[in-house]
């Protein structure tokens, strides 16, 4: 968590922490982590098939849990920006599937810490990342990544990732990569 933070920023902490917690539990592997004298650095999330956790967390009550943290506060998020969250999950995740061609695996985040970025710590964990899916008989691997995220997208392109095309979510433009482990 302290990597994403110091990454991204510390809003919706406990949030991330909840679903990571459940993604760990459900898909394990699909974690990777870099460590630099003991120290976490960097990590990735990559999963199967997002269809199968959504549905896991639905099934599981996991969703109800989340819902009910984010209503009593546990979360820290205001109403308007809750509503505006919700909103602009169901644009993003309605636009974004027509670019999908084998499967629904995808890298969901990655962080490396910011005193450590420029040392190939985001090409590594792409690539260990990129032979957990091909090692579980993953097809096809997709991300969003913002147009102006240049130093990611080419990490991403060296380490295999093309462009498919692109989608917006209420806060602007994302690209669409995939990626064939």
Same mark, same amino acid.
């Given at each position: 968590?302290?990597?994403?933070?110091?990454?991204?920023?510390?809003?919706?902490?406990?949030?991330?922490?909840?679903?990571?917690?459940?993604?760990?539990?459900?898909?394990?592997?699909?974690?990777?982590?870099? #460590?630099?004298? *003991?120290?976490?650095?960097?990590?990735? =999330?990559? %999963? +199967?098939?997002? !269809?199968?956790?959504?549905?896991? /967390?639905?099934?599981?009550?996991?969703?109800?849990?989340?819902?009910?943290?984010?209503?009593?506060?546990?979360?820290?998020?205001?109403?308007?920006?809750?509503?505006?969250?919700?909103?602009?999950?169901?644009?993003?995740?309605?636009?974004?599937?027509?670019? #999908?061609?084998? *499967?629904?695996?995808?890298?969901?985040? =990655?962080? %490396? +810490?910011?005193? !450590?970025?420029?040392?190939?710590? /985001?090409?590594?964990?792409?690539?260990?990342?990129?032979?957990?899916?091909?090692?579980?008989?993953?097809?096809?691997?997709?991300?969003?990544?913002?147009?102006?995220?240049?130093?990611?997208?080419?990490?991403?392109?060296?380490?295999?990732?093309?462009?498919?095309?692109?989608?917006?979510?209420?806060?602007?433009?994302? =690209?669409?990569?995939?990626?064939?482990?």
């Amino acid at each position: 968590m302290q990597v994403f933070q110091r990454a991204f920023g510390a809003e919706h902490s406990n949030a991330l922490l909840d679903v990571w917690n459940f993604l760990a539990r459900a898909q394990p592997h699909g974690f990777v982590a870099a #460590r630099q004298d *003991g120290r976490l650095v960097g990590y990735a =999330i990559f %999963v +199967e098939s997002l !269809s199968r956790i959504q549905t896991r /967390a639905i099934r599981s009550g996991e969703v109800l849990k989340w819902l009910l943290h984010a209503l009593t506060g546990r979360y820290k998020f205001k109403i308007s920006a809750k509503l505006r969250t919700l909103r602009n999950k169901a644009k993003f995740l309605f636009s974004g599937q027509k670019f #999908r061609t084998k *499967g629904d695996a995808q890298l969901l985040n =990655i962080a %490396v +810490e910011p005193s !450590s970025q420029g040392e190939g710590i /985001a090409k590594k964990l792409i690539i260990a990342g990129l032979s957990a899916m091909r090692a579980a008989g993953v097809p096809e691997i997709r991300l969003e990544v913002r147009p102006w995220n240049r130093s990611a997208i080419q990490v991403y392109e060296a380490t295999g990732w093309r462009e498919v095309g692109r989608t917006r979510d209420l806060e602007g433009e994302w =690209i669409v990569m995939v990626a064939n482990p």
